[in-house]
Every structure is written in structure tokens, then in C-alpha cells.
């Protein structure tokens, strides 16, 4: 019944997480969110704004895809049903709530093109060996990305998680005190000879960088 009921008026269920405080899955007109107290996780904005980055991206050469920071996984039906992407996603998040919610509420499960991994995505990036030709970094505690992943020491093992020609996808805030960080690393990117392209003030609050090599 929740979905009819939906069209009528909009049904919540909160979920609380230790590192996102409450969680809120809303039903509205048939379709399901998820939403922390102040933003959209997936299947709303968010979904709108990393399918913008997406199709800036010729998604023909990828056969790998790493994801830092999973979320309800709007990105991964995104890419499967906008883009026809069906090559192997690893999506990687350090809350077991949230990999839970993708799970029972939005129908994502392990199999041979999904592999989800629970876990720290600075421990992951540090420590893994293998090589994407995509890389996207979505990593946000309600409307902060945490300061680790805006130091070039995060920066330069994603680069060495790249394939020689692979791309990163970043989906950054505006957020006045990180804005010179991500000018750091911008500049960074760009001294590593690659081309990287902002989009400032995707849905007035975001910003994605698309790295890709020259």
C-alpha cells in the first residue's frame, strides 16, 4: 500500500546512522529518496547532478568503475539504465546503514557486474592496487565533503587507482572554508597534466571537476 498511498501524500521512514545522524526514506508520487537532515543522498538532486558529470564522460571506454561513497546507489541504476553502462561497478562506503538501505530499499546486491564494499574510502583508496577507468568520488557527510578527501595525499592515490587514461568524476560542495582546498587540488590535478573541467553551482550548491588526461 505505501506506494498508491504515496500519490496521495508523501510517506517518511527515518533510519538513524552513526555517521550521518537521521536518515530519512521518503515515498513521493511512487518513488523513493534518501535524504539527510539537510541533503539529498540519492534519487533526487544528487541523481540529476552526477548524471549531468556523466554524460560530459564517453562512457564506451570505461570497463571498470570505482565508486567512493555509495549512498542508496542512484548513480549505479544511473548508469545502468541512462547511460546502458553494464561493465563491473565497485562502490565503496564506510556506513553499514547506508549499504543497508541500498539494499532493501533500493535493490542493489552483489553480483558478477556490482561489487560493494564496506569501508573506510580513505583505508580503501590507500591501500588498493587495481586500476579504474572511472573514478567517482562522492563522499559526503550530510553537506560536507570531510576534509581528508580535499588533501593532495588522497588526490595522489586516486591518481595512481587510474588507469593511463581514465577519468574522475568529483562531486564537491561550495562551501566557503573548503573552497581553497579544492583550489589546491584543482591546481594540483592540472600540474599533473590534466585537463580539468569545473562546473560551478550545479543545482546552486555543487560543484563537479571531470579529470581526464590530455
Known sequence: MTRPLSYIYPITKTVISTFSGPLEITTKNGKKHLNTKNANYSYGALQLILKFGLDKIDLKKVNSILLLGLGGGSVIHTLRDDFNF???????????????????????????????????????????????????????????????????????????????????????????????????????????????????KINRVNTLVITQSL
Open 86 to 200: 553494464q561493465k563491473h561497478v565497485t562502490a565503496v562506503d564506510i556506513d553499514p546503514v547506508i549499504i543497508d538501505i541500498a539494499k532493501t530499499e533500493f535493490g542493489l546486491e552483489n553480483n558478477s557486474k556490482l561489487k560493494i564494499i564496506c569501508q573506510d574510502a580513505l583505508q580503501y583508496i590507500n591501500q588498493n592496487t587495481q586500476q579504474f577507468d572511472l573514478i567517482i568520488i562522492d563522499l559526503f557527510i550530510d553537506i560536507d565533503v570531510p576534509k581528508q578527501f580535499l588533501e593532495l595525499s588522497f588526490w595522489e592515490a586516486i591518481i595512481k587507482s587510474k588507469s593511463s587514461n581514465g577519468v574522475i568524476l568529483f562531486n564537491g560542495s561550495l562551501e566557503k572554508e573548503k573552497s581553497q582546498n579544492l583550489k589546491k587540488v584543482i591546481a594540483f590535478l592540472k600540474s599533473k597534466v590534466y585537463k580539468v573541467e569545473v562546473y560551478d
